[in-house]
C-alpha cells in the first residue's frame, strides 16, 4: 500500500477556512475592535465592481440664512449641492512554504492554527495599509493645516515638557474639530507616548463587560490603543518626533470581497500546490479588500493593478472633501 501524507489541501475547504479566517483577522485587530474602523456589507459589494476605485457620491449640508416672509415676494429656491468621495481598493496576497507553516500543522488544529497564523499576519499588514494612508492624508494640503496639531521640534533631545504629550496638548488636538465635543472617541498611540502618559498619571482603567478579561485603557474618556507601529521618526537633527492619533467611531470605512475569483471563475483567496520532486507544499491568500478615510477622497494615480505602498503615503493622492468636523481624525506631533 502506497505511503499517504496529510496536505494543506487535505485541511483547508476554502469555502469554510477564508471567512474563518476573516473573522479571526477582525477579532485580532485592536483598531477594528476599538471602533476606528467600521465594517459595513454595503462597503463589500462596492469591491466586487472591478474597478481600481470605488466612487462615493455625497450630498453636502444644507446652508445659508432662512427667508423673511413675504405676502408680494415669493420664496427664492436654493438647491441642493453633490460632492464625490472615493476609496482606493486593495488587492493584496501572500504566500507560505509548508516549511514555514511547519509550527501550525504540527498543531491538533491544523486548518485553525493556519489561519490564526494568517490572521495574525493580515492584521499586521492592514495597519501597514492603514498608516501608510495616515501618513499621506496628514500631508495633504486640505488636513495638514486643519487636522494636525505639531508640537515637536527638530532637536528632539533638547525637547521641554511644551514639545511632549501631555493633556493639554491633547484637548488642543481635540479642539481641532471645534464645537464637535464628543466627535472624538480613541486615541493610537506609540508605547513610549503611552509610559510619558503613564508618569503624568493620566491613563485611567475601566472594567470590562466580560469577567476575567483585561481591564480596558482609557485617556480622558476616550479609548487607548498602544501599538510600536505608531509613527516614531528620527528628528531633523536629534531625538524622536511621535505622531498620536485621534479617531472617531468609524472613521475608517472596510469591506472586502469574501471570496475574489480569478481566471475561468475560479475562486483564489486560498490556493495551495505542492512540488512531489522537492516534497515542499505552498499556500497562497489573496485579500481584495477597501479601506478608506471617510470624507477624505483618494485622487491619487495608481500604476498597477493596486496602490503602492508610496502611492499610499503621497501627499497629493488625498484631498479633504467634506467639511471639516465631518472627518473625526486627527494627528498630535510631539517630541515624547
Not at 472586502?256 to 507544499?281: K, S, T
Request: glycine residues 8%; charged residues 20%.
Amino acid at each position: 500500500m502506497a505511503s499517504q501524507v496529510t496536505s494543506i489541501a487535505d485541511i483547508i475547504e476554502p469555502e469554510i477556512w477564508v471567512p474563518y479566517m476573516q473573522e479571526r483577522t477582525a477579532q485580532k485587530s485592536e483598531l477594528i475592535q476599538s471602533g476606528l474602523v467600521e465594517t459595513d456589507t454595503r462597503y463589500n459589494d462596492l469591491i466586487t465592481r472591478g474597478s481600481r476605485t470605488v466612487q462615493m457620491p455625497f450630498f453636502q449640508d444644507l446652508s445659508g440664512r432662512s427667508q423673511g416672509l413675504s405676502e408680494t415676494v415669493p420664496l427664492a429656491t436654493k438647491k441642493i449641492t453633490a460632492s464625490q468621495d472615493e476609496a482606493v481598493v486593495q488587492r493584496r496576497g501572500d504566500a507560505w512554504s509548508s516549511q514555514d507553516l511547519a509550527r501550525a500543522l504540527s498543531g491538533a488544529d491544523p486548518g485553525g492554527a493556519i489561519a490564526d497564523l494568517v490572521a495574525d499576519y493580515w492584521v499586521r499588514d492592514m495597519q501597514t495599509t492603514l498608516l501608510l494612508m495616515l501618513k499621506g492624508i496628514f500631508a495633504s494640503t486640505t488636513m495638514v493645516n486643519e487636522h494636525v496639531k505639531n508640537i515637536s521640534i527638530a532637536d528632539g533631545n533638547a525637547a521641554a515638557a511644551s514639545n511632549l504629550i501631555s493633556s493639554g496638548a491633547v484637548i488642543d488636538a481635540f479642539s481641532l474639530l471645534g464645537d464637535r465635543l464628543d466627535a472624538f472617541a480613541g486615541i493610537a498611540m506609540h508605547s513610549d507616548i503611552y509610559w510619558e502618559l503613564e508618569k503624568q498619571n493620566l491613563i485611567e482603567f475601566l472594567a470590562p463587560a466580560e469577567q476575567g478579561a483585561t481591564p480596558i485603557r482609557t485617556y480622558r474618556g476616550k479609548t487607548v490603543i498602544v501599538d510600536d507601529t505608531m509613527p516614531k521618526v528620527a528628528g531633523g537633527t536629534s531625538g524622536f518626533i511621535y505622531t498620536t492619533y485621534l479617531f472617531g467611531n468609524g472613521a475608517i470605512a472596510f469591506g472586502e470581497d469574501p471570496m475574489p475569483m480569478g481566471e475561468f471563475n475560479q475562486q483564489i483567496a486560498v490556493e495551495y500546490d505542492r512540488d512531489i520532486l522537492a516534497g515542499q507544499g505552498f499556500l497562497t491568500n489573496r485579500r481584495h479588500f477597501l479601506m478608506h478615510c471617510k470624507g477624505v477622497r483618494w485622487q491619487g494615480v495608481v500604476a498597477g493593478q493596486t496602490p503602492s505602498d508610496a502611492e499610499l503615503e503621497t501627499a497629493a493622492s488625498w484631498v479633504r472633501v467634506m467639511e471639516r468636523k465631518n472627518v473625526p481624525i486627527a494627528a498630535l506631533r510631539t517630541n515624547g
